[in-house]
């Protein structure tokens, strides 16, 4: 069974900086892309950062040139690197692992709070 474990979440001042991890196990085929994605109070989840397993990536609009999204295929580790946080980036961040033939996975999230 594939499980995707977040951490790095907290709570960070305005400006700061987090780096969010995903550690996935039990997975057999690597997934063809895995993402970010958060979820504010009383908003639908939204994507933030997707890449693929050749590296390929896409940013959100409001995150473009702020964060950064990596991964270690052969450690099956994703990594969100958060620069110049903003109150509004408080969510809770959640992991997705992607196959080809349309399996999904989700991790359970982690919380990040910026305080203004």
């Known amino acids: 069974q594939v499980q995707l474990v977040e951490s790095g979440g907290g709570l960070v001042p305005a400006g700061g900086s987090l780096r969010l991890s995903c550690a996935a196990s039990g997975i057999i085929v690597s997934p063809s892309a895995m993402g970010w994605y958060r979820q504010a109070p009383g908003k639908q989840r939204e994507l933030v950062a997707t890449i693929t397993g050749g590296g390929s990536t896409i940013y959100a609009d409001s995150v473009k040139g702020r964060f950064t999204i990596s991964r270690d295929n052969a450690k099956n580790t994703l990594y969100l690197q958060m620069n110049s946080l903003k109150p509004e980036d408080t969510a809770v961040y959640y992991c997705?692992?992607?196959?080809?033939?349309?399996?999904?996975?989700w991790g359970q999230g982690t919380q990040v709070t910026v305080s203004s």
């Open positions: 997705k692992a992607h196959w080809q033939w349309g399996t999904d996975y």
